[in-house]
C-alpha cells in the first residue's frame, strides 16, 4: 500500500495550512485519511483527486 504523510500531500499540492486539506475534505471531495495517528493518506486517491479536479467541467 503506496500512502502518503499529511505532510508529504501538503508539499505534493503545494499548500502551507492542514486547515487547506481539511476545506478540501469538506468542500472538494478530497480523500478522507486512512489512518489518523499518523494521518496518511492513500497515494492513488490523492493523485486521482488532483486529475479530476484538472478535468474541465462538463458545460
Do not use: C
Not at 6 to 21: A, G, I
Not at 22 to 28: C, V
Not at 43 to 52: G, Y
Amino acid at each position: 500500500m503506496n500512502v502518503m504523510t499529511k505532510e508529504e500531500v501538503m508539499d505534493f499540492l503545494q499548500v502551507k495550512s492542514r486547515d487547506t486539506l481539511y476545506r478540501y475534505e469538506r468542500d472538494s471531495g478530497f480523500p478522507h485519511p486512512i489512518k489518523t495517528h499518523p494521518t496518511l493518506y492513500l497515494k492513488s486517491a490523492v493523485e486521482a483527486w488532483v486529475i479530476r479536479r484538472s478535468e474541465p467541467k462538463a458545460a
